[in-house]
């Protein structure tokens, strides 16, 4: 506030603010100090006194400015500028509402680009926090996850990076306080709280002491935790849930507002591993955050992690042989999938108002033509061509103002739109608010377009001579400007950009849609029940609970079909493994390729209606028994037995030294699914029965019902809550519903690339009909004489969409050349469609033909009507 | 003759004691003297400290080394403060007597 205060000083006494600056803020603060202690109302009403004293000091203080006029006279040209505006109220409107959508969704989408991508995270010192992970040595770009064996040494070697913690998501189900709750949770090696910097609101964070084997469990929930669960309870610290199955000890609550490492957790803990997979050096599951310690630089820290993963991959080469360490912002990172996407809405939108801009520049000189009298008039009394052009300047940035303060409005209806819009899991979305930052981004960019749009109209009006417009019966100087088609074509390049943009989209999303996801995805039902806590240590115990659900679910009437599986298809990649082939082992010193493996009930194929390609499907007794079995995708035995048949071979999922299982022989090969979302070409699966890995825990179930899936709801988790009332039911959703989640941020960008191109290609449009009327009107003579000499109507109105279609095939040559080249950005956006795809560029600059046609054609059927007669009698 | 501002006079009167004040305690003195009935804000008092300066009624020294967070210059009365102030503040009991005359406040017995 004393900030704002000052500057409000500087810019409204400035002699007083020289003279007496610091010591007013000094003392406004310590006053405002004083009035806090007596409470907010008090702290409010003297800044209230404080502004207005301020402001009659100012008044009275006011001096008459002698040596230069500028302000008075700005002020009149202000007030002038408003009577003009109310004087056309049309041309107001049209203006007013095309500033307030362009100005509108600018501020919108630039408040969630602020919030997501520009605000500094709320850690301290957030810009030294760093995400370490592993990355391919052939391609930096694909980054994977890091095994605790590698971690603990980075984090024993790595000074540059001081403190560092791994970490990985955990969902954990909460019992003890009335239904169990599944909370998403944060589990660390080291201390992640500890490296964000934090301190708890209650209580204290929890330390590396705390992942020591055996030490008691402990455990940090969150604001949001402790409000929900507890009841904001303060003597909550010391208390003991159990997540899990284990009881946990609550140690401290964060404050409210911090979340790591990205959306809402509900609480973090030490990870606690077993001494076996601390040691592991072939799981990979744990990213790694670090803080860059002072004075070090990324460089210097990226030297480091080099050095340490050469080390690694020459004591574990099978393990590292294809690892690199890369280190990245940690902010850059958290927003990593989406900044683009974000860029390029920001980008589309600021096209947006470069054509509004255009259109309004049209506006203008049409109306600045019709005014040349006025302002050769002012020019021949003596003003100034400086005052005239400042005249017309000040009238755009009076408008740009209001434009801004309605853009304002349609701003806030936008980000609501847009926050409700945007696919969940956009990190810190929340955080887009429309605040200081943004209302200054709203006044910049009303600044800038008032000028943009009023410039040429304001100089080409200054330029002409006062005579020829002074002269009785004139049209206009200006009225044949080069200007205007100018402004034309270039809208019209850039609305077709935008159109290929949002066209490559739209296909892109079309593709994904008509994907065949290699199995019925109707009346599927899909939930994921995890079984935790002592009970359920034993591998038969599980596999025995999870057939007993199956059988209770399959006795459901409506029910079809049912199975189990680690993950549901399109879900996700779910869990990898090395993949190793008896027969042809992998030379030593490599790393074998991970494929996604899913462990599933022998129903799984039948339930999802998954075509067997050839061979068998699994069945009862393909586990750990007489003939252990899997059954592979197509694209797995594409990939590894490329020219013979894989059917018949022996393979094993792991690591040499850690296994999943000993040997299994594929009998089948089944036809691809795709596993990890519509858009994702991953379609690589192995397929084992829970008791060949009986070691998965969460199962999700899927459920083939012969009417609507969702009825289904209640009756699983009654057969769920009488099996083990201590059981969570999560993720409670249809496959139909999993497959439009896998589409959304697809869907969300196409929804909002289309809608801000059509703006711009009806703006387009605009631009083009308004020229061209206003070409015609001031042909109207010219009309009347070329009919009464005989020209057919149909002629005429020919030369005019002759003469509009010339610039329109101009601005879309020139917009294909834009689009070829800007598309390019958009290529990790795209599904199955290149960026500068012909087809979509021919049709969207048919479109665009057909449209600016229309403009075009309208003023000239206008003109073939005007009567010679009635023309020419008027000369 | 000057006619100062009432509130010019508040200040000149915090002032009269001698003691070198800054911005902040001439406030607090103003405040307190008056019981909340004259409350000076920043921007007032350094306007009326601005114009009392250029008329030579104050002048500003250096703060004593001591004072810590407050701000760094005081202000001390002149000669020309002093008589100024002392030449309103008989205006202003003259016209208080006008007014006494007029019956518009009672008679001091």
């Known amino acids: 506030m004393i900030r704002f205060y000052r500057l409000l000083l500087r810019l409204t006494a400035p002699a007083l603010a020289r003279r007496h600056g610091d010591e007013i803020a000094l003392t406004a603060a ?29 008044w009275q203080n006011r001096q008459p400015r002698k ?34 959508l362009g100005i509108g969704a600018n501020t919108a989408i630039f408040s969630v680009i602020d919030g997501v991508l520009l605000k500094p995270l709320p850690y301290p010192e957030a810009d030294r926090l760093y995400l370490v992970q592993h990355t391919q040595r052939v391609d930096t770009a694909q980054t994977s996850s890091v095994s605790p064996g590698s971690f603990y040494d980075l984090q024993r070697e790595v000074r540059a990076m001081q403190p560092m913690a791994g970490f990985s998501g955990a969902a954990e189900t909460m019992t003890g306080r009335g239904d169990p709750e599944r909370l998403t949770g944060v589990r660390s090696v080291g201390s992640i709280l500890a490296v964000a910097g934090v301190q708890p609101q209650l209580g204290r964070i929890f330390t590396e002491d705390d992942d020591r084997i055996g030490a008691p469990r402990t455990i940090v929930i969150s604001d949001g935790l402790w409000r929900r669960a507890f009841g904001a309870d ?172 309605a853009g304002l409005a349609v701003g806030r209806v936008f980000l609501s739109g847009l926050v409700a819009w945007l696919p969940a899991g956009i990190p810190r979305l929340g955080e887009a608010a429309m605040d200081l930052r943004v209302l200054l981004f709203a006044f910049a960019a009303s600044l800038v377009t008032g000028v943009g749009f009023g410039l040429a109209p304001a100089v080409q009006l200054a330029r002409d001579a006062p005579a020829p417009a002074l002269r009785e019966n004139a049209r206009g100087a200006s009225g044949r400007s080069r200007l205007r088609p100018l402004l034309v074509v270039g809208e019209l390049a850039v609305a077709l950009v935008l159109l290929a943009g949002a066209g490559l989209l739209v296909r892109s999303f079309l593709r994904m849609q008509a994907v065949d996801p290699g199995f019925a995805s109707d009346r599927l039902l899909t939930f994921t029940v995890r079984m935790e806590g002592p009970g359920y240590a034993q591998n038969d115990r599980r596999v025995a609970f999870m057939q007993r659900l199956v059988q209770g679910f399959e006795a459901l009437p409506g029910v079809e079909a049912v199975a189990a599986a680690s993950y549901a298809p399109v879900a996700g990649r779910g869990t990898g493994a090395w993949f190793n082939d008896l027969a042809r ?7 074998p390729p991970a494929v996604p493996y899913r462990v599933v009930s022998p129903g799984y194929f039948k ?34 037995w490329p020219s013979s048949d894989a059917i018949g071979s022996e393979i094993y999922l792991g690591a040499p030294d850690n296994k999943l299982f000993e040997r299994a022989t594929v009998v089948g090969i089944v036809k691809n699914v795709n596993v990890a979302g519509l858009g994702s070409p991953l379609t690589d699966s192995v397929y084992g029965l829970t008791t060949l890995m009986p ?28 099996a083990d009332p201590s059981l969570a039911v999560t993720g409670v959703r249809s496959m139909a519903e999993i497959m439009r989640t896998s589409v959304a941020p697809a869907r969300a960008s196409m929804l909002l690339l289309a809608l801000f191109a059509g703006i711009a290609m009806v703006m387009a449009a605009i631009g083009v009909f308004g020229v061209m009327s206003y ?65 979509t560029l021919a049709a969207v600059a048919a479109a665009l033909l057909a449209v600016a046609a229309l403009a075009c054609y309208v003023p000239a059927r206008r003109a073939t009507c005007v009567d010679p007669l009635i023309v020419l009698r008027a000369e | 003759m000057t006619v100062l501002s009432p509130q010019a006079f508040q200040i000149l009167l915090s002032l009269t004691a001698g003691d070198d004040l800054h911005g902040y305690a001439i406030i607090q003195d103003v405040r307190a003297r008056t019981a909340d009935e004259m409350v000076l804000t920043a921007s007032t008092l350094y306007a009326a400290i601005k114009r009392m300066v250029d008329a030579g009624l104050i002048v500003e020294v250096d703060a004593p080394e001591t004072s810590g967070g407050a701000p760094r210059r005081c202000y001390r009365i002149t000669r020309t403060g002093l008589a100024t102030a002392r030449a309103d503040a008989e205006r ?18």
Request: proline content about 5%; glycine content about 8%; overall charge positive.
């Open chain 1, 30 to 58: 310590r006053l405002a100090a004083d009035a806090r202690e007596a409470g907010t109302a008090a702290w409010l009403r003297y800044w209230a006194t404080e502004l207005r004293s301020l402001a009659s000091t100012v």
């Open chain 1, 67 to 100: 040596a230069s006029r500028m302000l008075p006279n700005l002020w009149s040209d202000v007030r002038y500028s408003l009577r003009l505006l109310v004087r056309t109220p049309g041309v107001t409107l049209i203006a007013l509402v095309t500033l307030a």
């Open chain 1, 234 to 405: 303060p003597g909550v610290v010391g208390q003991t849930i159990r997540l899990g199955g284990q009881p946990q000890t609550i140690v401290g609550v964060m404050p409210r507002g911090f979340t790591f490492p990205d959306t809402e957790v509900d609480f973090w803990g030490p990870a606690q591993l077993p001494a076996n997979i601390r040691a592991s050096r072939t799981e990979y599951f744990l990213l790694i955050v670090g803080r860059l310690q002072p004075g070090v630089t990324p460089a210097q820290a990226q030297g480091e992690l080099d050095a340490a993963m050469a080390r690694l991959r020459e004591r574990f080469p099978q393990a590292n042989a294809s690892f690199g360490l890369g280190a990245q912002p940690f902010a850059e990172a958290l927003v990593s999938n989406v900044s683009r996407m974000l860029w390029i809405l920001m980008t589309t939108v600021g096209c947006v108002l470069l054509i509004a801009c255009a259109n309004l520049a049209n506006l203008l000189l049409a109306k600045a033509t019709g005014r040349a009298r006025e302002m050769a008039i002012r020019q021949a009394i003596g003003a100034s061509r400086r005052r005239v052009v400042r005249q017309l300047l000040v009238e755009s940035a009076v408008l740009a103002m209001l434009g801004g303060l």
């Open chain 1, 585 to 591: 082992p992998w030379p030593a010193g490599t790393t």
């Open chain 1, 607 to 640: 339930t999802l209606q998954i075509p067997l390609v050839r061979g068998r499907l699994l069945r009862e007794g393909d586990g750990l028994g007489a003939t252990p079995s899997v059954v592979i995708s197509e694209s797995v035995a594409r990939r590894f």
């Open chain 1, 695 to 722: 070691f998965w825990r969460n199962f999700t179930f899927t459920v083939r019902t012969s009417g609507d899936p969702s009825a289904l709801t209640a009756s699983v988790r009654q057969i769920v809550r009488e």
């Open chain 1, 775 to 839: 070409s015609v009107n001031l042909r109207v003579r010219e009309m009347g004489i070329r009919l009464a000499l005989g020209a057919r109507p149909a002629e005429v109105s020919w030369m005019i969409v002759r003469d509009g279609m010339k610039q329109a095939l101009a601005g879309v040559a020139l917009g294909i050349g834009g689009a070829v080249w800007l598309t390019r950005a958009m290529g990790s956006l795209l599904f199955e469609v290149r960026p500068g795809d012909p087809l």
């Open chain 2, 92 to 109: 202003l009991a003259r016209t208080v007597e006008m007014a006494r005359d007029k019956r518009l406040l009672p008679r001091r017995t």
